[in-house]
């Protein structure tokens, strides 16, 4: 493991990164605070938690009382294990299974859920109270952290994104078309986008990094730039 990268003005501070699906952000995010010895919040998978355990149980995506007492009941934790960010779901490792095909399609209507939404972002909150956080999603930087320090809004075309879903599912071994990926990619966008309830939105304050033609280790490397700009001017 490198040395974690430590500069001493960021010290409990909270970065948050928001982004359409496929942008970047997970992969960005978990380096980013890999680098600076910070926690990875992937809000996205808290989402992904409610939405297993409400299809395990029958729960409709409609059924908004029943999601509301779910998310305000499910204990959903993060373990840190190498490269990977682990999601235990009441004591369970869900990892694996908060990604797959079924979840990734309910989990937009289920979180738009007001009562879904405030009971996650009191737990995000509660989670980086102490700053040293690397938070990522669709509302961290203006919803749930409005008052971060620096907000980055990732950004990439949807043919890239969806580029970028085959080639992970197709390492997990999930047939798919590249057809069938930018279909579902243009839906969530315009599911996210478009939901009453703190929708994905580029606040005025994000810095905003477009990685269309970037590798993931060019985004951490430009991501890094601006957060040591930043923090120079803070
Ligand atoms: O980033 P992701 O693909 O894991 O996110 C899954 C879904 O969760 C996404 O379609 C919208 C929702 N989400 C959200 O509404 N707010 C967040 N802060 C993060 C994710």
Known sequence: MPKPY?????????IAIDGPAGS??????????????????DTGAMYRAVTLFALRN???????????????KVD??????????????????VTEAVRSPEVTRAVSPVSAHPGVRKAM??????LAKN??????????TSVVFPEADIKVYLDASP??????????YSRKGVETTFEKQLEDINARDAFDSNRSHS????TRDSMLLDTTNLTIDEQVERILKLVKARVSSL
Not at 58 to 72: F, G, H, M, T
Not at 79 to 89: A, M, S, T, Y
Not at 121 to 126: G, N
Not at 159 to 168: D, F, G, H, N, Q
Request: hydrophobic residues 40%; glycine residues 8%; aromatic residues 4%.
């Open 6 to 14: 430590k500069l001493s003005a960021l010290e409990g501070k909270v």
């Open 58 to 72: 029958n729960v409709s995506a409609d059924d908004a009382r029943a999601l509301e007492a779910i998310a305000l």
């Open 76 to 93: 959903i934790r993060f373990q840190n294990d190498g490269d990977v960010n682990r999601v235990v779901l009441n004591g369970e490792d």
């Open 199 to 202: 929708p994905l939105t580029r």
């Open 121 to 126: 972002v009191l737990r995000q909150q509660q």
């Open 24 to 41: 970047g952000k997970s992969t960005t995010a978990r380096l980013l605070a890999a680098k600076l010895g910070f926690l990875y919040l």
């Open 159 to 168: 043919e890239t994104r969806a580029r970028r879903r085959l080639i992970e």
């Open 131 to 140: 700053g040293n956080v690397v938070a990522e999603g669709r509302d961290t």
